[in-house]
């Protein structure tokens, strides 16, 4: 026999009043009022998410100030412009599923902030070299797909690129290449080894031997990266 | 595993997960609510996928569909506790 109302617990009346039929409100209070309770927690949800975006935000973090240093030392910072892209520009994704499944698995930065992963000089450098295989990975899986968000093949004009950037950029056209390809390293500082990292990454995505994706790698992305430095200065 | 559970969040509160639901609740048939769940993951899938199979990973694609019909299920059950008709 079920327990009268008066003998239930908080959890058990809360229970029974979501199920039970409303009386009080007709259906179409119910429906105006749900309408704009969900454009208040869906507005609140995504202002709140976007907040999450800003620079401020990503660089708040002791951990991320090594990050934020690099950065600023490139075009991608400081141009002639004024264009600029931020933190999330580059890592987190426009596309909603994407940038959430981005949000959720960012979890992780807060847990290594938490527990010093990269609270020092030292201990960072010697993550440097794991933590932008995971961002090459997914860009490389991605085709790039948060640098294409500006930047588009079918747009550039290579009459007015310098000679050697447009010859690269036709061989990437050409090979099937993606930006990530050459521009490792085009916010921060590349690790030693970096190359031989980048060549596992590409062939563990490719499932395929040593040396049949040569081809894809640009074997001067140091030099690309030290020119577009320059350009930032 | 990091990158499964981001996978499953992103589905809850993407298409499968909301619409999925959603079109639960028009209904009283515990199937049909998985059905129309399911296929809102498959198309939400190849959506962003842009619209081709050949840049749907599988993972993505079942997760999606899994999580659809949970949705759809929900959606459902909801409708047949919640509602007289």
């Given at each position: 026999m079920a327990d009268s109302p008066e003998k239930r617990g908080w959890i058990g009346r809360v229970w029974n009043a979501i199920w039970t039929p409303a009386v009080a409100f007709s259906s179409g209070f119910l429906l105006l009022a749900g309408f704009l309770a969900g454009i208040l927690f869906w507005g609140g949800f995504h202002w709140t998410l976007e907040l999450t975006n800003t620079e401020e935000f990503c660089t708040?973090?002791?951990?991320m100030e090594t990050n934020l240093g690099e950065y600023r030392e490139t075009i991608h910072y400081?141009?002639?412009?004024?264009v600029r892209a931020i933190c999330s520009d580059c890592?987190?994704?426009?596309?909603w599923n994407h940038k959430i499944k981005a949000k959720i698995m960012a979890v992780k930065d807060v847990y290594h902030e938490m527990v010093g992963t990269i609270s020092t000089t030292e201990k960072y450098e010697e993550h440097r070299l794991s933590m932008a295989s995971v961002v090459w990975k997914k860009m490389k899986a991605s085709d790039s797909r948060e640098c294409r968000n500006c930047h588009n093949f079918d747009y550039m004009d290579f009459t007015i690129q310098e000679a050697r950037a447009a010859s690269e950029h036709q061989r990437a056209i050409d090979n099937n290449m993606t930006c990530i390809d050459c521009h490792q390293g085009i916010a921060h500082n590349l690790p030693p080894g970096y190359l031989e990292r980048y060549q596992e990454v590409t062939e563990t995505l490719a499932g395929t031997p040593q040396n049949?994706?040569?081809?894809?790698?640009?074997?001067s992305s140091a030099e690309i990266r030290s020119y577009l430095t320059t350009q930032a200065e | 595993m990091l990158e499964l559970l981001g996978t499953i969040g992103a589905n809850i509160i993407g298409l499968p997960g909301i619409l999925g639901l959603a079109l639960g609740m028009m209904t009283r048939n515990l199937m049909l609510g998985a059905a129309m769940g399911g296929i809102v993951g498959v198309i939400e899938t190849l959506i962003f996928a842009h619209w081709s199979f050949a840049n749907v990973e599988m993972t993505e694609l079942v997760i999606a569909v899994i999580i659809g019909i949970c949705a759809g299920m929900l959606g459902t059950a909801i409708r047949i506790k919640g509602a007289t008709v």
């Open positions: 708040s973090c002791h951990s400081n141009n002639h412009s004024g890592h987190v994704p426009h596309e049949s994706v040569q081809g894809q790698l640009a074997d | -």
